[in-house]
């Protein structure tokens, strides 16, 4: 199936751990996002690479620190895990960059900090 | 700068009545808006998306949204609410210029009654 793909699903770790989250899209999309999502169901965008170089890098402490291998690919490492770092984290790609473009959304990671 | 206000955190509707999930919006540029659905433990859905073209849009499920540039609003609705309505609803809003970047509103909870 076309897809926006993560693993893991659930992630469950101990504060200062670090831990990845991969995301992989086989949808042939140029850009690639992560969001994060908290507790009350706000949704933000904490990066974004268009063909493997960040263009959105908000304002995310820098334990986050994503990678982009290819186009297609895009991970993201966390280091010295917080307890305020749970949340769901959402990958998505949209085919370029522009406004008009539609994202489509992985299924979500939680991750559970205790 | 760009905002999304949802105006409704709840709805609760009876099945078989109309929905409607208020959005109202906030761009410095002429806007794309988006409508997404997120059912309980899945990732985000497209419902819907105004790029400019014509200001009533219709979506999958039934859904439809209308553009109302001198209300700043983009309401959601739907004629017949079914219990599979059930869900998280997102209004996002992105510029067709500058920084193409989602903005989300906070979401609002749709409850189907039987």
């Known amino acids: 199936d076309t897809a926006v793909s993560q693993t893991p699903k659930y992630l469950v770790t101990q504060m200062g751990n670090d831990k990845s989250i991969k995301c992989e899209q086989n949808?042939?999309?140029?850009?690639m996002y992560w969001y994060k999502q908290d507790s009350k169901k706000f949704l933000k965008i904490m990066f974004s690479?268009?063909?493997?170089?960040?263009?959105i890098n908000e304002t995310v402490p820098n334990r986050f620190s994503p990678k982009s291998p290819d186009k297609a690919h895009l991970n993201l490492h966390i280091n010295s895990l917080e307890l305020g770092d749970s949340a769901v984290y959402f990958c998505?790609?949209?085919?370029?960059?522009?406004?008009?473009?539609?994202?489509?959304f992985g299924p979500g990671t939680r991750l559970t900090v205790l | 700068a760009q905002s999304v206000t949802q105006l409704d955190s709840h709805v609760s509707v009876s099945e078989g009545t109309p929905v409607l999930l208020r959005c109202n919006y906030s761009?410095?540029?002429?806007?794309?808006l988006f409508w997404y659905v997120q059912h309980p433990n899945k990732g985000l859905q497209l419902l819907l998306k105004?790029?400019?073209?014509?200001?009533l849009v219709k979506g999958i499920n039934g859904f439809e949204a209308e553009f109302k540039k001198s209300e700043t609003s983009f309401h959601l609705t739907k004629p017949s609410a079914h219990m599979s309505d059930a869900a998280e609803y997102f209004c996002?809003?992105?510029?067709?210029?500058?920084?193409?970047?989602?903005?989300f509103g906070t979401g609002t909870r749709l409850k189907v009654l039987a």
């Open positions: 998505a790609s949209s085919q370029t960059w522009k406004g008009t473009d539609t994202q489509y």
């Open positions: 949808l042939g999309h140029d850009t």
């Open positions: 690479y268009n063909n493997k170089e960040l263009i």
């Open positions: 761009s410095s540029y002429s806007p794309s």
């Open positions: 105004y790029t400019s073209a014509a200001t």
């Open positions: 996002v809003v992105t510029p067709v210029s500058g920084t193409y970047k989602y903005i």
